[in-house]
Nanobody, 117 residues
């Protein structure tokens, strides 16, 4: 079983920074990808950043966060973190941790990030 727990959300002023963390407390197995998505009120869930496993991990960022957010993954600790800098009010959303394994997608419960102008 996979059990994803996020932490680190909160309220920050525009231009500020936050760091989100996600831990998989479930059993360890071969993970194809871990990362973060977000969903703002009235909008669809969108990609923030993912790390896909391979000979060399491949990182993919959503266009709106490139250059401002940095994802990092620790396979030994089963964690994936998201460093968010230069935050904007449009970054306000619920951020969900994501894990893909054996063609199945798993989601955390989400953590709220609110950026005030």
């Amino acid at each position: 079983q996979v059990h994803l727990v996020e932490s680190g959300g909160g309220l920050v002023q525009a231009g500020g920074s936050l760091r989100l963390s996600c831990v998989n407390f479930g059993r360890s197995f071969s993970v194809d990808a871990m990362g973060w998505y977000r969903q703002a009120p009235g909008k669809q869930r969108e990609l923030v950043a993912t790390v896909t496993s391979g000979d060399s991990d491949r990182i993919n960022y959503g266009d709106s966060v490139k250059g401002r957010f940095t994802i990092s993954r620790d396979n030994d600790k089963n964690t994936v973190d998201l460093e968010m800098n230069s935050l904007k009010p449009e970054d306000t959303a619920v951020y969900y941790c994501y894990l893909r394994a054996y063609d199945l997608d798993y989601w955390g419960q989400g953590t709220q990030v609110t950026v005030s102008s």
